[in-house]
């Protein structure tokens, strides 16, 4: 009985060590260099990309004609714009950063509720407090395009049958 217990004691010692050693050895390595001027420049252009698409995707939605978008696309990109500039300052506290924020949320887009509708202005409001849901109408162009495609096939059989 003694020398059970005492295996048993051996074996869980050392299947708890060999866990932590096996904890200790990372299979990723971590990388310790800075990044390059390159590796800046091509996140940068990523991001810019990123918020363009974004930027259309939501545009997508919107009601307003072309003209409209145009300006409700150019007020975007600058508040965006400001917006990482104030991530970017340095404020003495928190209040003082939300402060901005809101601030600008309030200020940036007053011009724009004459120029567009009502409900144009709520979905830039949402849009703004981060209710924009891209998901959704990445859905809805995928949808049209699969209808695009299947109406295009339609046609294209019954061309070749006349």
Do not use: C
Not at 19 to 25: C, H, I
């Amino acid at each position: 009985m003694k020398k059970t217990v005492l295996v048993l004691f051996a074996l869980f010692f050392a299947f708890n060590v060999f866990g932590q050693r096996q904890r200790n050895t990372n299979p990723i390595p971590q990388t310790t260099r800075e990044p390059t001027d390159l590796d800046i420049a091509r996140q940068k252009h990523q991001i810019q990309e990123r918020k363009d698409e974004y930027i259309a995707n939501f545009i997508t939605t919107l009601e307003a004609d072309d003209f409209q978008k145009q300006i409700i696309k150019q007020h975007l990109n600058t508040f965006y714009d400001a917006r990482i500039e104030l991530s970017q300052t340095n404020f003495e506290h928190s209040l003082n950063q939300k402060a901005a924020y809101k601030n600008l949320e309030e200020t940036h887009f007053i011009e724009l509720e004459d120029l567009i509708s009502e409900g144009d202005m709520t979905k830039i409001k949402d849009l703004m407090s981060g209710k924009f849901d891209e998901k959704e109408v990445n859905k809805k162009k995928k949808k049209k395009k699969k209808k695009k495609k299947k109406n295009k096939e339609e046609e294209d059989s019954e061309n070749n049958k006349g």
